[in-house]
Every structure is written in C-alpha cells, then in structure tokens.
C-alpha cells in the first residue's frame, strides 16, 4: 500500500500548496502526458494556426490539402493570432476534436462557409452555433441539451475529423518529427524536469501510472513513439501500465476516458493520483475526489489562477522536489 500524507508539507519555490489533502492511501495515478511530462509537442502555436486556418478557409473541399499543410508548416508561430492563441492556452486539456470542433464552428460564426451549407442552415441553427461555441470555450465537450439541424451536425461530423487529421499533419511537420528523432538520443532534453524519476518512483512504492492523452494512437509512430523515445516504458507491471488515447472521428473527453478506466478497474477515485497541466484533467480528477497536482510552468500566471480555480491541490513547474518524493510513501 502507498500513501500520501501533506500534512507537514509547505509550499516552496515552485511548489505551491493550494489544498491540502491530509494522509490517504494512493493506488493509482492518471498522468497526462503533453505539457505534463513530455515537451515534445509545441503543440498550440500548431494548433492556433490550424484553428485559424478553419476559421477563415472556407472550409470548402481540399481545405486540408497538402499544399495547405505546408503553409501551416511554415508558418506556424511566426505571427500572433490572439483568439486561437488564447483558446489553445485556455482549453489544454479538452479533446482535440472538441478542439477542433471550436474551428469549424467559428467558421460558422464568421460565415466562412460553403455557398450550399449557409443556404441550408436556420436562423436558429447559428443562435444553437454560437451557444456551442461558447460552452466550448468554457471547457464544456457535451452539448446534448442543444437540438441542431441535421445538415450542421452532418457538416459538424464530416469536417472535424479531417481538420483533426490537418492538424496533426502540421503538428508533425513543425515539430513533432524533429522532437522525437533528438528524444531518442537525448530523451532528457525532452522531459519535463524529474518526470521520468518521479513516474519509476510511484512504480516501486506500489502506483500503477497510466498515461491518458487526447491524441490518437497507433503502432507505429505519433504519441506512442513519442513516450518510447522518452523511456517511458509501456506494458502490464512496467513503468507505465497503459497508454490510453482518443480516435479521429469519436469524440472522447479525457473525464469520460477516466471515469470508464476507473469503472473498468473498479478503482475508487479517491485512492487515485491525477497530473495534468490541462482543465479538464484537473477539474474532473477534483470532482472526483482525486488528488490533483497541477504541472505548469512557473511563468503561466493565468494557468495557475484557472487550476487554483478548478480546485487543485498543489501546483509545480517540475518534479524535482525532495518534498514531493516525501509526501508520497509506501505504507
């Protein structure tokens, strides 16, 4: 049995104590990955130009052509866009479709539109638009209460996949490639600061640590290949038990992903660990009566004030501190 036990614990320079949670036992751990662990993804100023591009194409077919690709490719976070900047700072944790999703909504918001989608579309189908976009913007992924006219939700469903696909292309060509190919030989460089020890060191006090992410896994390449160049190792009793990730066309929020790993594993929330530098990891691990540690740069003002608000219990810029080795004992 491992425990955490903050009792004696106080905050340091670059970890702060927002919330104690007093001495419970831990069996578990959810870990995001992007951000929280590994900085191979420069994953928004990618996803700002993508979103922008969705924003202001027109969306019409071959939008997400190659000849496009390499646009955004190249110029990926040579200019500021400050909505798409600020969205992709405020909605780290959602799944990127939902992400995506943002896009193509704008889109509709701006009429960037083809001809025969605006021609088809109601006056309430744009009031129903702009609500979603606005709940999306809140951190909401679920909008079931809202009745939308069969030729949005059609046009909703066909062009988020492949705006999601787009975006993962860009993200390849920017920085991704090149990331992992350097992690291989020097993972370090690419880890967050004591990422690695404190993950092996959960392991051999008794915590089975999942990686959940939003993006898609494959065999061969993409977020796999990125937490093996990384030395994570993957697989039942190893340092990560399961790597668990999102699909391209079925929308999965990481609160969704988590609570059916939890009922699968019939694993009590409160004997779970959640780190994330996301809102909706950190939001629903507090909901569920996790403890929750915040991994965000010490340099992120408006991060740290959205996780203080989501109910964090500590917040730090890396994971070497002898203090969090402490707290955190087997029993």
Not at 35 to 44: A, K, M, N, P, Y
Not at 200 to 213: A, E, K, M, P
Not at 246 to 255: H, M, R, Y
């Amino acid at each position: 049995m491992a425990f955490i036990d903050d009792t004696n614990l106080h905050s340091e320079q670059g970890f702060e104590v927002v919330k104690k949670v007093g001495k419970r036992e831990i069996r578990y751990a959810i870990h995001d990955i992007d951000g929280t662990h590994s900085l191979i993804r420069d994953w928004q100023p990618t996803m700002s130009i993508t979103i922008h591009h969705a924003m202001t194409c027109g969306l019409e077919e071959g939008f997400d052509s190659d000849k496009e690709i390499s646009k955004l490719i190249k110029n990926a976070g040579t200019k500021a866009l400050p909505e798409t900047d600020k969205f992709c700072i405020e909605s780290a944790g959602l799944s990127a479709l939902t992400q995506m999703e943002f896009g193509i909504r704008r889109a509709i918001e701006e009429n960037a539109i083809p001809d025969e989608l605006r021609n088809s579309l109601t006056k309430d189908d744009f009031i129903v638009n702009s609500e979603i976009v606005k709940r999306i913007w809140n951190g909401e992924e679920r909008f079931n209460d809202l009745h939308e006219s069969a030729a949005l939700t059609k046009f909703i469903e066909a062009k988020t996949p492949l705006l999601f696909k787009m975006y993962e292309s860009v993200l390849n060509g920017a920085c991704r490639d090149k990331n992992t190919a350097e992690a291989w030989n020097a993972p370090e460089k690419w880890r967050v600061p004591g990422s690695l020890e404190f993950i092996q060191y959960l392991q051999s006090i008794g915590i089975i640590n999942y990686f959940v992410t939003g993006a898609v896994i494959y065999n061969e390449g993409g977020m796999y290949e990125e937490v093996k160049s990384l030395r994570y190792e993957i697989g039942k009793g190893k340092t990560i038990e399961a790597l668990v990730g999102s699909s391209w066309d079925q929308k999965q929020p990481k609160d969704e992903v988590m609570k059916k790993l939890f009922r699968e594993l019939k694993i009590d929330p409160k004997e779970v660990l959640v780190v994330g530098d996301g809102r909706t990891e950190i939001s629903s691990g507090v909901s569920m009566g996790c403890v929750v540690i915040s991994r965000l740069p010490s340099d992120s003002e408006r991060l740290r004030q959205m996780h203080i608000g989501f109910g964090t219990n500590f917040i730090l810029d890396d994971y070497r501190k002898p203090a969090l080795f402490k707290i955190f004992q087997r029993g």
